[in-house]
């Protein structure tokens, strides 16, 4: 059975806009930011690593501002997150595997920062 030519071609239309509104970021390993920074700035980007070194401050209006080190094979890079207070604890901690999605932005002596805007999957260690 063929679709008529106007409802093939906006049903194709819709499944190409689905496809590029569903993901719009790049996803770099670690090393590929520290290899080449300046390529990435201001980039939107999804990775993945093990989280080292987690801290959180307290800020104000009960935002926690969490910090710490994504690690994977080819390197590491800082990451900053922040959430609320009530689930902060709970929400990352050190050794989980995360994937995180957020803009990436340079800082001084070349190397680079995560912006997270989302954790999109965590994994923790007594699962893995």
Not at 3 to 9: K, M
Not at 30 to 36: P, R, W
Request: hydrophobic letters at 40%; aromatic letters at 4%.
């Amino acid at each position: 059975m063929r679709l008529p030519l106007a409802l093939s071609a906006s049903t194709g239309l819709a499944v190409t806009l689905a496809a590029t509104l569903s993901w719009a970021g790049t996803v770099p390993e670690l090393g590929a930011l520290n290899d080449n920074p300046d390529s990435y700035q201001s980039q939107v980007v999804r990775v993945t690593g093990v989280v080292v070194n987690h801290r959180i401050r307290r800020g104000m209006m009960n935002k926690c501002f969490q910090s710490f080190t994504l690690e994977d094979d080819t390197g590491s890079i800082d990451v900053e997150y922040k959430a609320s207070c009530s689930g902060a604890r709970n929400a990352i901690r050190d050794r989980d595997v995360v994937t995180v999605e957020g803009r990436f932005e340079l800082t001084s002596g070349s190397s680079g920062v995560i912006k997270v805007k989302s954790i999109l999957s965590k994994v923790a260690p007594s699962a893995q």
